[in-house]
Nanobody, 126 residues
Framework: QVQMVESGGGLVQPGGSLQLSCTAS????????IGWFRQAPGKEREFVTA????????VYADSVKGRFTISRDNARSTVYLQMNSLKPEDTAVYYC???????????????????WGQGTQVTVSE
């Protein structure tokens, strides 16, 4: 079992920046690929970005490419999501999740993620 806790959400103006953190605990958090997903009101949860357990591979949704950066510090069991040039359409609850299988290939599909955090709200507005 891996437990995930997100933090760092808040209200930011368009064009601003925000950094989210996801701290993992439990069974060898450093062995799992970690993804970020988001869900806006009335919409389905969507993939944002993911990073491999070794940090040698990342993948981004087209909508955030060039604006968001994912990184991880396995010594701190923490994954970061740096969000720059934020837009109102980035408003959502952001979730981090760990894949079901350790040391596996990185994946953007939500069904391979078994361990989810409770989410943190990000609001981009004037």
């Amino acid at each position: 079992q891996v437990q995930m806790v997100e933090s760092g959400g808040g209200l930011v103006q368009p064009g601003g920046s925000l950094q989210l953190s996801c701290t993992a605990s439990g069974r060898t958090p450093s062995a799992y690929n970690i993804g970020w997903f988001r869900q806006a009101p009335g919409k389905e949860r969507e993939f944002v970005t993911a990073i491999s357990w070794s940090s040698d591979s990342t993948v981004y949704a087209d909508s955030v490419k060039g604006r968001f950066t994912i990184s991880r510090d396995n010594a701190r069991s923490t994954v970061y999501l740096q969000m720059n040039s934020l837009k109102p359409e980035d408003t959502a609850v952001y979730y981090c999740a760990a894949e079901r299988v350790p040391y596996g290939p990185i994946d953007s599909g939500p069904t391979v993620y078994s361990y989810w955090g409770q989410g943190t709200q990000v609001t981009v507005s004037e």
